[in-house]
């Protein structure tokens, strides 16, 4: 009886979408900040920019980091 309940249980739309949660959300935030009035939307848009950096490992050291973005280099 179990197997049976557990194989009708419900998937999240996204899921069935062939979308990770990730992509979701980021489709759902990206609809939101386009639907704000200025000078709230331009702010929005601001924060929406991901800076991160990466550290290449050798030895079980880090060696120095690389600061990368997620916009495109203007």
Known sequence: MASAASSSAAV????A???????YSNIC???V???LKEPYKTEAL???KVHFAVSKWTDGK???????SDTPEE
């Open 12 to 15: 999240p739309f996204w899921r």
């Open 62 to 68: 880090p060696q120095k980091p690389t600061i990368r």
């Open 46 to 48: 601001t924060r929406e």
């Open 17 to 23: 979408a062939g979308m990770t949660y990730i992509t």
């Open 29 to 31: 935030a990206s609809l």
């Open 33 to 35: 900040r386009n639907c």
